[in-house]
């Protein structure tokens, strides 16, 4: 079932709320971000393979993505996948060269592919919203591959939902690049161990489409909801696509052991190859390409209503 039909009368439903004050604060691992004097996330320049936002405080006041590898896994929870970094984004085939599944040091104590945060462009605090603006080099080696520069803008409400848009220009500065068609990428969340569908405390998956759970792996979609308990309380992260996003329906390696993320590229990995038609990339020298992505943070199960009017004041942007 398709949710198309919500959208005409999606924004009576969004609730309107007092706009949170967003500070920023630089320390030497990157950004502190607070809304109303309390931290709702870090970015982090250096964090394994790519910068990373760590930790992400959601409505309730709880910690919303997994910590390892940031701190130790928690009692009885998982440790797969270290290079799942909370909130970040990487490709598994970039000129064949993996920046998804790697580690920083390839052991002889040369740096492998990574991403490397260059510099700030502008770190700013607006009153109810805050823009952070970074370059980034991706890197294998000593050798830079291409480059990215990425804005997130940061906003909520007082005492309730907040979100982070990214906008992201990946460019092929200094020789073409192919983004390969591989499942492995790209924009991705880990979300906490206690939300997974697969931990049976009432986690589930919601797509725009209507599918839900296992079934809305590798399919296109517009938005995608994660919900599940976090310290008792029901908590939703919801990933929105811009429709001025290059591929704005793309597909989703979601899966319900916690990885949460959109990838434009993926194709021959995910079944029902009719229902999107995407693939690699190839960017000519001096060309690119920009990814616009809204990642909400709400409290509560998926509220399909909510979640359109969401997306609609997002694509009116």
Same mark, same amino acid.
């Given at each position: 079932?398709?949710?198309?039909?919500?959208?005409?009368?999606?924004? +009576?439903?969004?609730?309107?709320? =007092? *706009?949170?004050?967003?500070?920023?604060?630089?320390? %030497? #691992?990157?950004?502190?971000?607070? @809304?109303?004097?309390?931290?709702?996330?870090?970015?982090?320049?250096?964090?394994?393979?790519?910068?990373?936002?760590?930790?992400?405080?959601?409505?309730?006041?709880?910690?919303?993505?997994?910590?390892?590898?940031?701190?130790?896994?928690?009692?009885?929870?998982?440790?797969?996948?270290?290079?799942?970094?909370?909130?970040?984004?990487?490709?598994?085939?970039?000129?064949?060269?993996?920046?998804?599944?790697?580690?920083?040091?390839?052991?002889?104590?040369?740096?492998?592919?990574?991403?490397?945060?260059?510099?700030?462009?502008?770190?700013?605090?607006?009153?109810?919203?805050?823009?952070?603006?970074?370059?980034?080099?991706?890197?294998?080696?000593?050798?830079? +591959?291409?480059?990215?520069?990425? =804005? *997130?803008?940061?906003?909520?409400?007082?005492?309730? %939902? #907040?979100?982070?848009?990214?906008? @992201?220009?990946?460019?092929?500065?200094?020789?073409?690049?192919?983004?390969?068609?591989?499942?492995?990428?790209?924009?991705?969340?880990?979300?906490?161990?206690?939300?997974?569908?697969?931990?049976?405390?009432?986690?589930?998956?919601?797509?725009?489409?209507?599918?839900?759970?296992?079934?809305?792996?590798?399919?296109?979609?517009?938005?995608?909801?994660?919900?599940?308990?976090?310290?008792?309380?029901?908590?939703?992260?919801?990933?929105?696509?811009?429709?001025?996003?290059?591929?704005?329906?793309?597909?989703?390696?979601?899966?319900?052991?916690?990885?949460?993320?959109?990838?434009?590229?993926?194709?021959?990995?995910?079944?029902?190859?009719?229902?999107?038609?995407?693939?690699?990339?190839?960017?000519?020298?001096?060309?690119?390409?920009?990814?616009?992505?809204?990642?909400?943070?709400?409290?509560?199960?998926?509220?399909?209503?909510?979640?359109?009017?969401?997306?609609?004041?997002?694509?009116?942007?």
């Amino acid at each position: 079932m398709r949710y198309w039909f919500l959208a005409i009368s999606a924004m +009576v439903f969004f609730p309107v709320h =007092s *706009l949170a004050k967003v500070t920023l604060e630089r320390n %030497d #691992r990157g950004v502190v971000v607070k @809304i109303d004097g309390e931290v709702f996330t870090e970015y982090h320049t250096q964090a394994g393979q790519a910068p990373a936002c760590w930790p992400i405080v959601g409505p309730g006041g709880s910690r919303v993505t997994r910590g390892y590898p940031f701190t130790p896994p928690e009692k009885g929870g998982t440790r797969d996948h270290p290079h799942h970094q909370s909130l970040w984004m990487t490709h598994g085939d970039v000129n064949k060269i993996d920046f998804w599944a790697t580690n920083r040091n390839d052991g002889k104590g040369e740096a492998g592919p990574h991403i490397a945060h260059r510099e700030f462009v502008r770190v700013e605090s607006h009153g109810d919203t805050a823009e952070l603006v970074t370059q980034n080099d991706w890197m294998n080696g000593n050798q830079r +591959v291409c480059e990215d520069s990425t =804005s *997130l803008v940061f906003g909520g409400q007082a005492g309730g %939902d #907040r979100w982070i848009d990214y906008t @992201i220009l990946l460019k092929a500065s200094d020789r073409d690049v192919t983004f390969g068609d591989t499942k492995e990428g790209t924009f991705a969340i880990r979300v906490a161990d206690s939300m997974r569908v697969d931990a049976k405390q009432g986690g589930r998956i919601v797509n725009s489409e209507g599918l839900e759970d296992a079934k809305a792996w590798g399919q296109p979609a517009r938005w995608v909801d994660y919900t599940g308990p976090v310290e008792r309380k029901t908590q939703g992260i919801a990933i929105l696509c811009h429709p001025k996003s290059f591929r704005p329906v793309p597909r989703w390696h979601v899966r319900t052991y916690g990885l949460f993320a959109v990838n434009p590229f993926g194709q021959h990995d995910f079944p029902n190859p009719e229902a999107a038609q995407q693939g690699a990339v190839v960017l000519k020298k001096g060309e690119s390409l920009t990814f616009k992505y809204r990642v909400w943070f709400h409290g509560g199960a998926t509220d399909v209503e909510k979640t359109e009017a969401m997306f609609r004041e997002y694509a009116s942007k």
